[in-house]
């Protein structure tokens, strides 16, 4: 089971973290990472952690602002969210899988159950 919690509503240029809590697998041992879907658009990925979080891996859209990390003792994965713009708004998603680290939708068979970013301007 995975447990995304943090988004809220953050004026542009602000800040978030999200939080995705993992339970029920032998989390240090997979895959785990972001998505999101804007209303209207299909779901995209926003950046993916390696098991030991030796490997990152992000959409170009958000290099440079948002970080991924994750904390294998306490089962959680984190998404720094920085200097967020409108574009940024959406549902995001946390998600997994084993190897490797990718972003490709198709890939990933569990899903959590997504938090909601609103970025005003």
């Known amino acids: 089971q995975l447990q995304a919690s943090g988004g809220g509503l953050v004026q542009v240029g602000g800040s978030l973290r999200l939080s995705c809590v993992a339970s029920?697998?032998?989390?240090?041992?997979?895959?785990i990472s972001w998505f999101r879907q804007a209303p209207g658009k299909e779901r995209e990925g926003v950046a993916s952690i390696s098991h030991s979080g030796s490997m990152t891996v992000y959409a170009e859209s958000v290099k440079g602002r948002f970080t991924i990390s994750r904390d294998n003792a306490k089962n959680t994965v984190y998404l720094q969210m920085n200097t967020l713009k409108p574009e940024d708004t959406a549902v995001y998603y946390c998600?997994?899988?084993?190897?490797?680290?990718?972003?490709?939708?198709?890939?990933?068979?569990?899903w959590g159950q997504g938090t909601l970013v609103t970025v005003s301007s």
């Open positions: 998600a997994t899988k084993r190897v490797p680290t990718g972003l490709a939708t198709n890939e990933y068979d569990y």
């Open positions: 029920g697998f032998a989390f240090d041992y997979y895959v």
